[in-house]
């Protein structure tokens, strides 16, 4: 697998339609560079509390802030890079191989997650240590 890092990890702009209405952005498949096969979200997350923690060998996902805030902190086994997350029209891309940690929730806050694949235990590394001999690889 390519050895990908965090600048691999780019803010991307979610193109919106302004009105007076209301503003309406859409994922279309332009916009993300993959095909979406799961959506969750994070909400009613308490203050204080921190998600993620963890890395994938395969998944890419999509992580935008519908809702509120919070901060991403990304991690490759050398660099880290740590955002926040605060605007609906703008998602973080998250390849495959990238330590990730949510943290700094605003009350109210939702995380909508598109992911290019169905739930597998077996895709997550949680541990650290692991984490490190695996990028070393
Ligand atoms: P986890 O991915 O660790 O949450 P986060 O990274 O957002 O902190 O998942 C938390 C629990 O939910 C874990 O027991 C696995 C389960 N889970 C599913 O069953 N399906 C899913 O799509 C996800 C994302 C998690």
Known sequence: MMNLTVSDCPIIEIPKIKDYRGNLAVIEKE????????????????????RGGHAHKNLTQFLVALSGSFDVVL???????????????????????????????????????????VYEEEDYIREFEAYQSYKQR
């Open 31 to 50: 916009v993300i560079p993959f095909t979406i096969a799961r959506v969750y979200y994070l909400f009613d997350v308490p203050s204080g509390s921190a």
């Open 75 to 117: 991690k490759d086994g050398k660099d880290q890079n740590r955002l926040t997350l605060n605007n609906p029209s703008k998602g973080l891309l998250i390849k495959p191989g990238i330590w990730r940690e949510l943290e700094n929730f605003s009350s109210g806050a939702v995380c909508l997650v598109l992911a290019s694949n």
